[in-house]
Structures are given as C-alpha cells and as structure tokens.
C-alpha cells in the first residue's frame, strides 16, 4: 500500500514538473526582505540545469536521461531531456553518465547543538528542581527547549555531512525524558537557509539525561514519570480553561503545544521500543522510535508495533579474541550480535517494519554510506534502502513537501554520484544542497594517463603515465628494462615535475591544455638555466572516469547465526511448544490433601495437569489419536514448580525508585529483561513463577510483577495474568536510609516513628482522592451532556498514579508485601492496615515475625521469610532460623523466599532448613516454597500444587527434593519443558560450538580488512544491548 | 553403667534462662569413648560401628566398636546409627572480627594502609561473638580468621570456636599473610558500557609487589633472627614466607591472576602459597600442581560467574579439581560471609552431589584444610595422638535435614550446642504454647 502510494506520487510529481514550472517561478526567493543587504542584491535570476543523467527521483521512480532544473534553492522541474525546456539564463551542466539521488535525510542527530553533559551520581540527594521559572517540578521533563532557538549552524560539521550525503537532519537536543522540540536543518553555512522547519517534532526517551534531580534514578520511573505528565498535561489544560490550574506552568503548556508534531521517541534496545509502544498506545500516540540496533532480535514484536524505526547503522566492531581467558568476556550475546547486527535493517524491512536510517551513534558520518551498504549486502532490497534514507524519513515527520525526493517544490538537496548508490564502489561525486553545490569528486579532473614525448629544452624522453585521478605516477622510459621516476604534482590545470638529469636535479611547471594532451611550460636546470618544455600525448589510454562497477555480489556473505530467544546463552532458536508428557512412576509430592503419592502417574496436556494418579491411560483423556511422550519418574520425585515470593531477578536498569518516600506509581513489569540468564538458572533449580518485587528503600515503594519463567518470551508474555496486582512496601533501616552514609539524612522518613506517618498521610491523601473522584461521578451525572460536551462540566480530577495504587490499597484491589524486620513496626504496619480498613496480605522477609506471631495471625497476614539469614544488619540481630517452623505452627501461611538470584536456584534447600531448624514436617516445609507463596500472591487456584486443572508447573528431581542430593531433571512451565539435563547438555555444545565458530569468524575478519579491537589495549563489551541507547545520550 | 553426660548440661540450660553468651567448656577431665556409628576420619578413610576414644583433649583410641577396651573410659556415648566427624574447619574467615555488617562500629577487618603483614586478625577476634556459636551448633568448630583489603591485608590466625579469650581459642597465632592479586584486566562499566582494559596499573602494582617481597626477603636474609635494633615490624611480619613457616595467601579468581602469582612464588622463593578464591582454578590445574600451589575455593553455592558458563560449573569446580590432583578445601566468601559459615557443611554437600565422593567432600572440610593452614599435625582428622575436636551428628551432617548435632568436643572439651537463636525460639515456644521441636543436644 506504502509503495503504491509512493509510486503514484512519483508519477503526480512527474507530471507537475513538466507543466507548472511557472507557478514554481513564483516561489519566494532566498533571504526575502526581512534581511538587510549589504551592497547589491543578487536577485538569482539564473537556473542551473543538471543534464544526461539517471534521475532516481524516488526509490521507485528513475529517469534515464534525466534533467533536473534547480532554481533558487529548490528543484523547479523534473523530466526526461525532451521533456523540460527553460525559458530564461540557464547554466547547463552535463551529468552524463553520472546518478542523482535525493539528499539523505536523518531524523536523529545533534547537529549543530550543544552537547549534553549526562549527570555524574553525587552523593549529595536533590530532591526538588533547581531549574528557575515557572517550569513544571522535574527538570528530567523540558517541553520547554526548543531545538532551534539553541541551534548553531558549523560549517566543518555542515561540509563532512554534506560530503556524506546528508541533506536535512532532524536536530534535538537529546537531553531528559521529555527533550522539547526538534527542527528540520540542512547542513549549509547559511542559519537562515539551513532551518527549513522550525518546530518539526516532539522528543522524548527514557533516560533523564542531565538532570541531577534524583527522581527519576530508574527505568520504571522514567516511564511512570512520562505517563505522569501526560495525565497533568491533560488536565492542566483542563483546569486552565476554567482558571483552576492552581499556577502557570510553561513545561505543560509547551507539553500540550508539542502534541501535534510528529513525536519521536529515543528509545534504544528492542524491549525499550516495545515499552515506549506501550506509552504510545496508551495515550493515543504514534511514536516514531529510534531503535538501538538490536531490533533483529524481535523483528515480529516490532513489526506489531506498526511504529516507523529509526536504525543506527553503528554495527558492533570485532574483538580480538586471540586470548582465550581474555575471550571469555565478550558474551555470546557479543559475539553473535556483531555477527548479525548489520542484517538489522533488512531482517526489519523483511518483517514489514517502516524504516529510516540515522547516522546516529556513528564516529564520523563518512562511515555512514558504507554501513548502509552492508545492509543491503546482508539483503535489503535498494529501493527499501534508498526510501529509508530519504522518503521514509521526509514523510514519517511530514517533511515530504521539502526533501526525500527529487521533485518540484522540493529543497534542491541532490546526490551526483558516479554509479548505483548502493554499489561499493561508486562514489558520491557531487552534493548538491539548498541548490548549492559541494564538490567531492572534480568532475573535470583531467586525465594524464597516457604515453608521452616529452621535450626539455632540445631532449625529448619518453614518459609514461599512469595511475588514477589524484594519484598519476609517471615515468622515464629509457629503454624496456631502465625507467626513471618523474615527480609530477597536478593542481587543477597547474602541473610541476622534476626529474634527475646527468647535471642534477630539472625542475618544471606548467600547464595542461588540450584535454591532457598538449602539456608545456617553464624548465630550471641544475645551473639555473630556464629553458621551455612540453609534452605531447603520444598514445591516449582512456580511464574511464565513470565507471560501471562491478556488482559487488562476489563478496562472499558466509552462513550466519540463528537468532536465539532470548538472545543470550541457553537460548533457543525455536521455541519449545507444549506436550502431552505423561510421567510414569514417580514419588509425587502434591502439596494437595492427597500428599505424597507413591508410583504414580502425571498426565500433561495443553499445558495443564489433566490426572494425577496411578497407572493412567493417556488415551482415556487425549483420545487414542494424540500422540504423548513418556517420561520415566520411578525412583524420582516430582513436585510442583517452586514459586519464590521475593526475587529481583529479570529487572533492566533499576530495581528501586527510591528517591521519594513513596513511589507507588513505578511498575516493575515495565522494566522487565526478559534475556537475564539467572531465569534459565532459576528454571534449573526448578523455580518456575516469581515476584519480582520493587527494592526496599522506600517506606511505598513500587508495584511487583508476578511472572513465570518463560523462558524465550516477550518481557510482556512473562506475566502472570492469574495473579492479583501486589505493591512493595518497606520498613526499617532501608526505608530511613540508615546505611545509605552521612549524606542520606534529608528525605522524610529518618526514624521508624516517620515511618508511620509516611504510611498515615499517604493512604488519608489516596482516601480523598478517591472521594474527590466519586465526587466528581456524581456530579458529571447531574451535569448536561450538551455542557460536558462544551468543556463547561466539572473538572476532572487530576489522574495521580501514585495515589491511584494507593487507593487500588484501600479498595482491597492491590495488595502489600511489606519488607520488614522487627516487631514493632510490624506491629506498627498492622494498626495502620486496621485503621485504615485494609487487611496486610505479605510480611516479606518478616524475620522477628515469631516474636508478633499470635498478633499476625489476628490481622490475618502472612510471612514470607529467610530461611536463616540475619547479622548484616542491626535489625537483624535477633533473627532466627526457627522464624518459619514458628510462624508454620501458629497457622499462618508461611512461605521462604529468596531475595537473592544465587539463592532463589536453591529454594528446596532453604526450605529444608525449616525441617531442620524447628522440625516442619517435610511435605509442609516443600509447602513453603510451592503452595504457600501461590496463596500469599493469590495464584493457588493456578498454581503451586499437583492437581488437576492447574497449571502444569511440575518438576522433576532425582532425589527427596529437600536433601542436598536432589538435583533437577527436567522443569516444566504451563507444560512445556524449559529446563531438562539433557537439553541443557545440548546447549552447552551448543554454545560452545557457536562461541568457536563466532571466534574463528571474528579472528578470520582481521584478515579481511576489518580492524579487531585488541583486549591489552580496550575491549568494548555490551553486556547489555542498552549500549548504543547510552551512546544516545 | 557410665552416664550419659549431654543430659546434665542440657538441664543447666533451661535453668539459666536467657544468657548472652555461651560459656566455654572446661577441660576434659574424664576420658570419653565413643561408641557405634559411622566414623569419616577426614582421612578419606571411614569406620562403620566406629570406637573412638579420647583423653585430656587427645584422641588415644580409633578403631571398631568390638575391639575397644570400654573399660579403659570413664564416659561413654552411645553414637550408633549417627555419624562422626571431624570438627569442620571455616578458612578466609571474618567471623569474629565483624558481628554487624552495617554496623560499622562492629567492623574490624579492615585496617588501613597498603601493605600491612605484621596486622595480625588473632588479636581481635571476639571469642564471645553471638555469630560463632550458631556455626558450630552445625559442626564447624574451628576458623582461619582472616583481615581484608588492601594488597597484603594482614596475617590470619587460626582459632577453636570455644574459648574464654583469643589466647584460650587460638590453635596457630599467626598461619599466614593474606595477599589481595591485583586485577591483571579490569572491567569498566560506564553507562552501561563495560570495557575489558589491561588495568593500566598492573604492573606497577606487580613491580610493587615484588619489590616488598624481595626488600622483606633481604631483610629477612641479613638478620636471621628478630633484633630490636633496626627492627622492621613490617618486614617481620614477612619472615615466615621464607621459611616455609607461613603460607602466603593469595587472593585471586581469574586465570591469569592465578597463574601470574604462581610465577610469582618461584621468582620470589615462597615455599608455600595457596589460592584463596579459584574460581578460574580448574582452568590452570596443571601449573597449581606442578607448584604444589593449593586452593581455598570459593563458595560453592555461588552463581556461576559468566553467562555462558555451565550453570552447575560452581557447584563441580571441586570436583574439577580432585580430578586434576590439585589440594583443596573448602571456605565461605560471599555475602554475610559470617553467618553464612553455618551452611558450610552444606557446601561440601553440593559438591558430593556434583562428583566428590563421600569422603572427599569431608576432606575439602577437614583434613585438606588443616594441611593448607599447616595444622595437619594436630587437627583435621580423627587419628590417634590429634586433638579431639570432632562431633556427632544424628545424620548425615552434610545435608541440610539430618546436620544435627548431639555432641561436639574441641580438643575433649564438651561444648555447649545451644546458642542466643534457640534460647529466642524457646523463649516465644513458650509464650505461645507451641512444643519443641528442635532438640538443641
């Protein structure tokens, strides 16, 4: 559809050019009246015709024999030669042989503008902005800046980009999370000419840039923070139409003023796309997204999104891996996204993703056309590359009435080139800009090649020359096997020379006339005698200046690596689809009624768990048709996945916001990583489902997400959509930042007696605040709809997402898990719940839980404890292992959790250290890792036993699954089998046979030209494919 | 009939009540035979139906049940259908030195200064830390207490876990000087960007190393005894590497840190060096033992440290390495490496699980560890003539559910298995009416 519509306007474009070039005449001239001139004014009455040539009007549309007309900045016609006639002066240029293509067009640079110093961590905490004026409260979000009024045009930047091929940037000032405005330049000297588009676009990104304010310090802040003011803008607007803004705040309304542009979203790796498109969808927007050169890695995913991508071209350089311990740094995520990173575009493009290119990220833009190329080496069809330089760009900002093609009305902004663009050996020639044009190649550079008869004074010698333009070599030929060097300088028509004569040195300069075949001038010998030269061309070998170059398909694209998922090691390429598995024999541990059951049988389909008994007939529930595997359990044990209450595992860039004392607004499922191995560790422990809960460093801290370890999803597939939404909340020397240093002594709470008031005026605020929004219900039903509908009903109240969650609290619709240690403020939790109306669902960690037990039980909470963890804190000092066996024989659900990836693989062991410290039966102390913590997060009619109908969440182990000697066989997740011994063996040789053949492919690249990175001097590693969003920055 | 001592002491407890600190045993006395169960000598050798005797602190009698002359004993245990042990041995060990971790007035591992070897840990271990009765409470009954940071962090000494003061406890003053390798690449991790550089400081610090090592050894050389004029404390604390009376400690994980150090004790004439950390050590088994160069490996319940590595590769490094022939123990050095020494035995019980044998795995806890410390002659196994430090434990006391100990004695001396965390538990059983069910003798 895209490129028929493309098509078609090439063809209105066409048919324009060839018969309104009058009303183009009209157009206003450059530097208009506003402008004072000094002298006389040149009134641009002169055309320029670019003659002969191939015209890549568009990525579709090529005129052979082609003529381009430019007159006063801008293309006034297009056309074959017959087509165009001008009437009026006219410099003709003959462009036979040569290409022209439409400028490129880069909608993410920073041409031209300040750069942007990130803000260093300090230990000293700024909670409120320090920015003066009526700007909104966090500096993190600047609608206010506007690109052009701190663009400074550079005519060294302007000439390399020109010289690149780039002939409008979308310039911004890449700094904050929303970053204001962006405008469309063109790299010329001219400030006047080169702003073509004053406010061209709107910004943003999740990185706070270089704002000291401290919140936000992660990514889930980052993202509430943007959703955030998207709600205050909304009803700022609201509010000032009916005078009730409560204060002028000039980041809102230059938020509000910047919602029609086109918005651009700098976001980075694969999954901050997918996070920005959730933003996007939320609010009704359509982002165009920079990506940070991974997307590959989900093509699918983002193709969902329909969101124009923006690709870097900056592909990962090879390391030298010729030290095999120094090796073991780069990741097989490393090693195979280099491998595979210049395929990005096209493996996009095949997946039907819109794309633009951008040089951003890239060391100098001279390396940005190469690295198009290989894209297109890697399979990107040439049109697709040529439309994602130049059309894809100009029309996803709307810019197609200035530049992307080469059309009348458009910027004169022209590629001369002297083959096809995307050949290796072509060469951009000329760049025309605004009409103006810069001259890479010389055109009428001359051609000396050729035998000479050169004649000294009354001497004449035979002098060869060869070589290419810029490089002639030339020689004496004195007889077949004697020649003498000949030193030859060529500068435009000038030439000198100098050679060696039996007196000493002759020296000459001159001229050359006559197409290179008639050279003459002036010669000095070694006496200082002048006397004259020349040379004349005795045989004429062509150079053929423009060349056809070779279709560089003879480069040898060697097989490349699967995509894995997740793209890390013991990923998979293909993913592992759901069985019908029936385990024979085993010892089932059902954590249900029935025990444990000796020899019995697990039947397992569509991933649930339909029968659990002895001696099942798969047939009788699959029907004789379905084909199911056997699994042999006799001698093994199986029991249900094991649920970790508190795990912080599977979180990108910040597992607290912790610079308020409630941030009740962040969501931990917002920044999920769904590529952290410590998952497939995890699943070799046979831990399959989680929460991953916000950090403790907050008396309110942030929303959890329960997930299941399925391993190879989307970070969105890992939750657990059975699960009740829960919230972290913290007590004790974390959450008054006891430990944090001297420096940490400003933010409300510092004691434990803050702490409850934290806790106090929280939930009375998030009580009024659902009042005020009833009241508000009740009267928007009184109201007219004719008066709503005309903006004169009541105002909404403003959206609070912190306040929100809070209320979900009070309303019983979320649930807490409250880090705590010691008694009293257990204690002290309790009474607010109670007073407030609200019953505490989790004590986590809970470690003096046994000294409050009977008032637990009372309120009706339950723990979630360490096994036996304590003196790393003071408040720890009392903690004891016997806090579950406690907790368990005083009836309240207990569950022991991790908090620890190293742990949360050995959750069966922790749970067998309630056996031995204070004697849990077995079957109750398994309970404590599997049924339990499915109760405390609401997910035990899913999960967390063996039963028919749940979830089959099922593990199998060699031995007594609470005694060191149990080792997991095989885990299941909703029925399919993510860990087993024998495909982790697979995967191993896996890994080890594609880091070789990765490292050999790498080694081999430095014989190949390709520069290897060496580890004794610097070895660039991205641990995490964040790294070219920093480089964003 | 001889009574059955464990008894008396247990009532004691539920008489004094609530007590801060556990109070060290006296003396044996009366010689104490053991009777029945499986003894793991730490020798690699196990006696079924074992007889064990002991006397004024000294091990007299090892062999079968049916050979003992019982009359020979004043006291005897019935230890059948349980398991005997030597007492485990914590190395790399802050426990002592450190009660609080957040609390900083309670820190006393680190000293200042870059190179301080005559700092000695002995003399600040705090015999009455709460932490050190709940370790032995699971069988480990004696510790290398080692300082930190630092490039030579200190002298470690090697303590019982039961004593009055630090000159009660103490087994060897000081074992050996602690050297923290310095890192030969280090990773830089900016924005999100992690660089491997060759840390540009490398070989300074290795020039530096040398040149302390080298000046200690020539004043070692020069003044073969310590003299008070122009005395050196530093330089002393260094004389026993020399010797072979000290082993040199080197802290190190990587590869190549490993294998720059052995290089190292040849150049400089260490006699003794023992790896503290290893994980890289499987990789360069070979030089370790061509060297006699032992390992104090790192946890085993650890994550494996890169994303590509075998995720059990922690869990076998010890098998890795009995394969190879390398000497090796056991040590806990992660997180809450105090409180951790508990799970200790729990360690050597992944590892059995991973490949080491039965007795191997109580080796890497016992006897290859006093080798190591250079305290074989005295401890680390059940042999006659060695200390009687060692325990009985209802179960197999290197998994979780059956560590359970019923006796402990430290060189004869029946110590006490209570501790602060059990005096809590009963203390709220019986405030909510809630029956024992842990057996703290």
Known sequence: MINLLKTSFAFVALFASIFSSNALAQTPTQHSSTFPINGTVDKHLVRTILQNATVHIDENTTILNGTVVLFRGMIESVGTSEEISVNGPAITLDMKGYHLYPSFVDLHSTYGLPEVKLAEWSRNPQYESNKKGAYGWNQAIRPEIKSCDVFVEDSNKAKTLREAGFGALLIHVPDGISRGTGTLVMPVDDPRDAIIRIEASAHYSFRKGSSKQNYPSSLMGSISLLRQTHFDARWYNDATKRGLSGGTNLSLEAFNNSQNLPQIFSAGNWKDILRADKIAKEFGLEYIVLGGGDSYQRAEAIAQTGSTIIVPVNYPTAYDLSDPFLARFVSLTELKHWELAPSNASILNEAGVNICFTSEGLRSPSEFLPAVRKAVERGLPENDALAALTSNPAEAIGAENLVGTISPGLMANIIVTDGPLFKNKTKLVEHWVSGEPTIILDRDALNLKGDYSLTIGSKTIDMIVDGEIGMWEATEQVNDTTTNKINLNLDGRTIVMSLTRDQGLVRMTGNIWMDSRIWEGTAVDALGNLMEWSAVKTDDKQVDLVKSPKDSTDVKISALGEIIYPFTAYGSAESVGYENVVIRGATVWTCEDEGIIEDADILISEGQIISVSKRINPSEFLGSKTEFVEVDGRGKHVTPGIIDEHSHIIIERGVNEGTQASSAEVWIGSSLNSEDVNMYRQLAGGVTCAQLLHGSANPIGGQSAIVKFRWGSLPSELLYQEASPFIKFALGENVKQSNWGDMQTTRFPQSRMGVEQVFYDNFIRAREYGLNQYNYRQELRKTKRRDVLAGRGPLEPRRDLELDALLQILNEERFITCHSYRQDEINMLMHVADSMGFRLNTFTHILEGYKVADKMKAHGVGGSTFSDWWAYKYEVKDAIPYNAAVLYDMGITTAINSDDAEMGRRLNQEAAKAVKYGGVPQEEALKMVTLNPAKLLHIDHKTGSIKKGKDADVVIWDDNPLSMNAQVVATYVEGRCLFSIEKDTELRTAIKAERARLTEKMLNSSTSGEKLKKPSERIRLHYHCDTLTEENR | ?441
């Open chain 2, 1 to 441: 009939m001889k009574k059955i001592i464990s008894i008396v002491i247990l009532g004691l407890f539920f008489t004094l009540g609530l007590i801060a600190q556990q109070t060290p045993a006296p003396e044996q006395s009366r010689s104490i035979l053991i009777l029945g169960g499986t003894a793991h000598l730490g020798t690699g050798d196990v006696i079924v139906d074992a007889a064990i005797g002991f006397r004024a602190g000294k091990i007299d009698y090892v062999g079968r049940a049916f050979q003992v002359d019982k009359s020979k004993y004043d006291d005897i245990i019935d230890a059948s259908g349980k398991e005997i042990y030597p007492g485990f041995i914590v190395t790399n060990s802050t426990i002592g030195l450190q009660e609080i971790g957040a609390v900083r007035a309670s820190r006393d591992q680190y000293e200042v200064g870059t190179f301080r070897p005559n700092v000695r840990s002995l003399i600040a271990f705090n015999t009455d830390s709460e932490i050190t009765p709940t370790v032995r409470t699971n069988g480990v009954l004696m510790g290398q207490i080692t300082p930190r940071g630092g490039v030579i962090s200190g002298s470690s000494g090697v303590v019982h876990f039961d004593g009055w003061n630090w000159e009660d406890a103490v087994v060897k003053m000081v074992d050996g000087v602690h050297l923290n390798w310095p890192m030969t690449h280090h990773k830089h991790n900016r924005l999100g960007k992690v660089d491997i550089r060759k840390s540009k400081t490398y070989n300074q610090s290795k020039h530096e190393i040398t040149t302390y090592f080298s000046e200690a050894k020539a004043y070692a050389t020069a003044n073969p005894e310590a003299s008070s004029r122009e005395m050196d404390v530093r330089h002393e604390g260094m004389r026993g590497l020399f010797d072979g009376s000290l082993a040199l400690y080197v802290h190190a994980d990587d590869a190549r840190a490993i294998s720059e150090a052995v290089h190292f004790k040849r150049e400089i004439g260490i006699s003794r060096m023992v790896i503290i950390g290893g994980y890289d050590s499987y990789l360069v088994a070979d030089i370790l033992r061509e060297n006699g160069v032992s390992v104090l490996l790192n946890s085993v319940h650890r994550l494996p440290r890169f994303k590509e590595d075998d995720v059990d590769l922690p869990y076998r490094l010890p098998k890795l390495l009995a394969d190879e022939g390398v000497l090796f123990g056991l040590q806990v050095d992660a997180r809450m490496t105090e409180m951790n020494t508990r799970n200790l035995p729990f360690y050597a019980g992944t590892a059995r699980k991973y490949g080491l044998t039965d007795e191997q795995a109580v080796m890497a806890l016992t006897r290859n560890v006093a080798q190591i410390l250079g305290i074989d002659a005295t401890c680390g196994s059940i042999e006659r003539g060695k200390d009687a430090t060692l325990f009985i434990s209802s179960g197999d006391a290197l998994d979780i559910m059956t560590n359970n100990l019923t006796h402990a004695f430290i060189q004869g001396k029946h110590i006490d298995l209570d501790n602060r965390q059990r005096e809590l538990y009963r203390k709220f059983q019986s405030k909510y009416g809630i029956e024992s069910k842990d057996s703290p003798k």
